[in-house]
């Protein structure tokens, strides 16, 4: 029986715990880790059974499969852990694997096996297809409410009053690599478009925020010598957390199945 531990206790770590707990994915919740320890008693008590609140360290050895659902900065921890060594790692927070690549090819010499769910995208079989025969241009525009990007460190050092935007505007326009560093809990997206295609630096990515808009949008469109290819996702945000689209939690659930 696989052993999953849980690095994150917010809406998709929690989520993916109770699918666990449920025996919607086969296996045994054996640990949890949050750096809040309130968030990981608060789920602890909703689960019918109990796994342990424990330290990264703990988790992983304690884990054949870990779930990163904490942000890019669990994914550099994790993956800096010699214990992480012929494990499975799920990453949710994508943009985690861009901005280190050599933290990533070391882990793979230790034969970590990565998963990456498709997240909140539709088409990247397309799109790795497409690399194949050579992509000229890739683009992704991200249109999202504007609660949905709060705290972003790009909105913050740009000083963009995201209450004030009363129609859609384009808060960014960057390539993937700016945009995981601009905003690291929301455009995981465009990582997960570069590493199907042309990498982070020549993936281009525009960002709108939409007061009218109830969705996160996510449009992808491919330039390859195998033809264009354009999908559109429109995802309800979940709701306990507007950054989050539902579909993101539902493609890790599908992915441990």
């Given at each position: 029986?696989?052993?999953?531990?849980?690095?994150?206790c917010?809406?998709?770590?929690?989520?993916?715990?109770?699918?666990i707990?449920?025996?919607?994915i086969?296996?045994?919740?054996?640990?949890?880790?949050d750096?809040?320890?309130?968030?990981a008693?608060?789920?602890?008590?909703?689960?019918?059974?109990?796994p342990?609140v424990?330290?990264l360290?703990?988790l992983?050895?304690?884990?054949?499969?870990?779930?990163e659902?904490?942000?890019?900065?669990?994914?550099?921890l994790?993956?800096?852990?010699?214990?992480?060594?012929?494990?499975?790692?799920l990453?949710m927070?994508?943009?985690?694997?861009?901005?280190n690549?050599?933290?990533?090819?070391?882990?793979s010499q230790?034969?970590?096996?990565?998963?990456?769910?498709?997240?909140?995208?539709?088409?990247?079989?397309?799109?790795?297809?497409?690399?194949?025969?050579g992509?000229?241009?890739?683009?992704?525009?991200?249109?999202k409410?504007?609660?949905?990007?709060?705290?972003?460190?790009?909105?913050i050092?740009h000083?963009?009053?995201l209450d004030?935007i009363?129609?859609?505007?384009?808060?960014?326009s960057?390539?993937?690599?700016?945009?995981?560093?601009?905003?690291?809990?929301n455009?995981?997206?465009?990582?997960?478009?570069?590493?199907?295609?042309?990498?982070?630096?020549?993936?281009?990515?525009?960002?709108?925020?939409?007061?009218?808009?109830k969705?996160n949008?996510?449009?992808?469109?491919?330039?390859s010598?195998?033809?264009v290819i354009?999908?559109?996702?429109e995802?309800v945000?979940?709701?306990?957390?507007?950054?989050?689209?539902?579909?993101?939690?539902?493609?890790?659930?599908a992915?441990l199945?």
């Amino acid at each position: 029986m696989r052993r999953f531990g849980v690095v994150g206790c917010g809406v998709i770590g929690s989520e993916i715990s109770r699918a666990i707990d449920r025996g919607i994915i086969s296996g045994r919740l054996t640990a949890l880790c949050d750096t809040n320890l309130q968030k990981a008693q608060t789920l602890l008590k909703k689960l019918n059974k109990k796994p342990r609140v424990c330290s990264l360290k703990v988790l992983i050895k304690q884990s054949d499969v870990i779930i990163e659902a904490a942000g890019p900065g669990a994914v550099a921890l994790l993956l800096e852990h010699n214990e992480i060594a012929r494990k499975t790692l799920l990453v949710m927070s994508a943009g985690g694997l861009i901005t280190n690549p050599t933290l990533v090819k070391r882990a793979s010499q230790k034969q970590t096996k990565i998963l990456l769910p498709s997240g909140a995208l539709a088409g990247l079989d397309g799109v790795r297809a497409a690399s194949v025969a050579g992509i000229t241009e890739a683009v992704l525009t991200t249109t999202k409410p504007p609660r949905g990007l709060k705290g972003a460190p790009y909105c913050i050092q740009h000083d963009i009053d995201l209450d004030g935007i009363t129609k859609p505007r384009c808060i960014f326009s960057g390539n993937v690599m700016q945009a995981v560093k601009g905003f690291p809990a929301n455009i995981n997206v465009a990582a997960l478009l570069a590493m199907a295609g042309i990498g982070p630096h020549k993936t281009k990515v525009r960002i709108i925020a939409d007061p009218h808009t109830k969705t996160n949008t996510h449009q992808i469109t491919v330039h390859s010598k195998a033809g264009v290819i354009t999908t559109k996702t429109e995802n309800v945000p979940s709701p306990s957390n507007p950054k989050t689209s539902y579909l993101a939690v539902m493609s890790a659930i599908a992915a441990l199945k």
